[in-house]
């Protein structure tokens, strides 16, 4: 299994990765040994992970949420759809929420 998250910093911003093992990914980002982004910016929590068969569909949805707006993630966090934003994008059958 493969996994796109968004995860919050200290300063709000959002993150967005993607992993084979969320946890210790999640873990790596909170001890500063993550992502370059990370490693100045204090994550907080994981915010919303969505879980996917492979490693190609992790890196198109992480892809496509990373161009959408702030506004946008925060609408998915707070429990819209993918395919209200993706849709005709990808597939959205194909990502679970984990």
């Known amino acids: 299994?493969?996994?796109?998250?968004i995860i919050?910093?200290?300063?709000n911003s959002l993150y967005t990765g993607m992993t084979n093992y969320l946890e210790k990914r999640?873990?790596?980002h909170i001890s500063k040994n993550g992502a370059k982004y990370t490693k100045s910016h204090?994550?907080?929590k994981l915010?919303?992970?969505w879980r996917s068969?492979?490693?190609s569909l992790a890196c198109k949805l992480e892809y496509q949420i990373k161009n959408l707006t702030k506004q946008q993630k925060e609408n998915l966090i707070?429990?819209?759809g993918l395919s209200t934003?993706?849709?005709?994008?990808?597939?959205?059958?194909?990502y679970k929420r984990v």
């Open 42 to 44: 204090k994550v907080t």
């Open 8 to 11: 919050r910093c200290e300063d």
């Open 53 to 55: 068969k492979s490693k």
């Open 1 to 5: 299994m493969y996994y796109t998250y």
């Open 85 to 94: 934003y993706l849709s005709g994008v990808v597939d959205c059958r194909r």
């Open 26 to 28: 999640i873990n790596e």
């Open 78 to 80: 707070a429990g819209e």
């Open 47 to 49: 915010e919303i992970a």
